[in-house]
């Protein structure tokens, strides 16, 4: 019985491709490098008989090893591995490659030349040197033949030029087929990474190089200049840019006027205060304040008494021609003991205006009018709506025990009366200044959120603008009247107050005096620069106070 998987069993036919026969080498010929030298392929080489005793020992030895032993199934041999030519070894396979990359090199490198000095490059075939083959004496035979080494042709055509394809190893080419035409040269110079541009040689790059050098400088030296400007335009000394108009809106002089001012006070003050008794003394006092015109006695005649309780700059200043910068005519308010109001222009010269030394007063007083008052227009209160249930309400239970704990300001009394974020207005209290509240008119306007309803409700949390008007007791027993307004707030245990804030706006408007008692600056108050009344008024000075009017309903 005969294994026809085994290789002995392969006698010419049925027997994988590549594998040994019996009487004989492989069937196919081997694929061996060849060497182009002479432009020539190799030609394969018949294969060698053996003598008939060598040949049926390797048939037996064949057989033994590929009998299968017992308790084994048979395996068919497989064909060996065929990744490179068997008479090829890798670091000849390498050399070849690398002298094919070197003859591409050089064959580049002359075109590149050719083209430099303008001639065309001269085709060149590609011709590859490998490695001579290995003698078949060292490598071993496969299953016991021997492996023959193909001879070189001479009858193999040359590569074609230019194409990189060669010729077939048969000696010619197929019927049909015919030779492919050479295509024409394509090449272009690509420079090397950081390598110079071809065309201009050596001074193109210098002059390129000094070209970016000059540029870079140029624009350092600009940044720099422009750096020096800024720098210099920010460290210097700038003034404010106002006009004539801006210093005389906002008083803006180099004139000092407070210092003047003072000044003009007190030559004031000497000047409505006189009486025959220190008419010596008062004239010494005169001569400091004054130049040499001036006359000694600032219009007194030498009969009568007056004092002056209160003297006041009213804020008015006029440039005195005369004297430019140095010189300002300051107005002066001056109350004296009879209760009678009177303003007078004070004419000043000033030496040094950056310190204010130097003052004189350089001309006689003038008395003038009192600044004309104005009506006060009438407050529009028609869309007000007051609840009188929760004005009576807080009139009789909440605000007579809240201003009593006030008045004193008992922190434990006014604790049943505040929300938890009142004001601190309305927990600090009057310590005790005035005593005995009488709570006098009480308006509670409804919020416009709570208008619709009859009668009047309001939710929890809901804020109530409250005018009170409410009659004290000072310390020395006068009975005055003083307006507060006041917020509430509703709350689940009833009303609580959050804010108080004094004064209550007159409805009515208007003036209380006339013409007449404007004229002649009697029963005005004295009023200074910022708007008060003079601390130096005396307290029995007839000054008008009307009760605060509560807001119509």
């Known amino acids: ?84 030519p068997q008479g090829e070894s890798k670091k000849e396979k390498r050399e070849r490659e690398r002298a094919a990359r070197k003859a591409a090199y050089e064959q580049k490198k002359a075109e590149k030349e050719q083209r430099k000095r303008g001639g065309a490059a001269k085709p060149a075939a590609a011709t590859v040197q490998s490695p001579l083959p290995t003698p078949a004496a060292q490598h071993p035979p496969v299953h016991g033949h021997q492996a023959a080494a193909p001879a070189p042709s001479a009858a193999s055509p040359p590569p074609v030029a230019g194409t990189g394809t060669t010729a077939p190893a048969g000696g010619g080419l197929h019927p049909g087929h015919s030779v492919p035409k050479a295509l024409p040269a394509r090449d272009f110079d690509v420079p090397k990474p950081g390598g110079r541009i071809s065309g201009g040689g050596r001074r193109t790059h210098v002059a390129l190089r000094a070209t970016l050098l000059i540029t870079t400088c140029v624009f350092a030296l600009g940044s720099c200049g422009v750096m020096g400007l800024v720098i210099g335009k920010s460290s210097g000394t700038t003034t404010a840019g106002l006009d004539a108009s801006d210093a005389t809106r906002y008083r803006l002089t180099e004139f000092p006027t407070e210092q003047a001012a003072a000044f003009a006070e007190q030559y004031a003050q000497l000047c409505m205060t006189f009486s025959p008794d220190t008419s010596s003394a008062r004239r010494t006092d005169l001569a400091r304040y004054t130049s040499a015109g001036v006359d000694p006695d600032c219009g007194w005649s030498g009969e009568g008494t007056s004092k002056a309780v209160s003297v006041t700059w009213d804020g008015t200043a006029e440039k005195l021609p005369e004297y430019g910068d140095h010189g300002r005519y300051l107005g002066v308010q001056v ?51 007051v609840d009188d249930t929760l004005s009576t309400q807080l009139q009789k239970e909440v605000l007579p025990g809240y201003f009593e704990a006030w008045g004193a300001s008992n922190a434990t009394a006014m604790a049943r009366f505040l929300t938890p974020d009142a004001t601190l207005t309305a927990t600090t209290g009057l310590a005790g200044r005035l005593t005995g509240p009488q709570i006098g008119t009480v308006v509670a306007l409804v919020p416009t959120s709570a208008q619709d309803s009859k009668p009047y409700t309001y939710d929890a949390g809901q804020a109530v603008q409250v005018r009170v008007a409410v009659d004290w007791t000072d310390s020395k027993g006068v009975a005055v009247r003083r307006a507060y307004r006041m917020t509430i707030v509703n709350t689940a245990q009833g009303w609580f107050v959050k804010d108080v804030r004094g004064g209550v706006l007159d409805a009515e408007g208007g003036r209380a005096d006339s013409d007449s008692d404007s004229a002649t600056g009697m029963a005005s108050p004295s009023v200074g620069a910022s708007g008060t009344p003079s601390p130096s008024a005396p307290a029995s000075a007839p000054v008008p106070s009307s009760p605060a009017t509560p807001g119509k309903s």
């Not at 294994?3 to 069937?27: K, L, M, R, W, Y």
């Not at 030895?61 to 060996?80: C, I, K």
Request: glycine share 12%; hydrophobic share 30%; no cysteine.
């Open 335 to 385: 109350r004296t003991d009879d209760g009678t109001l009177t303003t007078l222009t004070v004419p000043v010269y000033v030496q040094n205006l950056a310190t204010g030394e130097g003052m004189r007063v350089s001309g006689d007083v003038g008395q003038m009018p009192l600044p004309a008052a104005a009506d006060v227009p009438e407050v529009d209160q028609g869309d007000e709506v």
């Open 1 to 84: 019985m005969t294994d026809h998987n085994s290789p002995a069993g392969a006698v010419g036919e049925g027997q994988p491709s590549g594998q040994p026969g019996s009487f004989g080498p492989s069937q196919q010929p081997q694929q061996h490098a060849w060497q182009g030298q002479g432009n020539q392929a190799p030609a394969p080489q018949q294969p060698q008989p053996l003598p008939s005793d060598a040949a049926r020992a390797q048939v037996a030895a064949a057989w033994v090893r590929s009998t299968p032993r017992a308790g084994q199934a048979a395996v068919p041999s497989l064909p060996p591995r065929e990744t490179r």
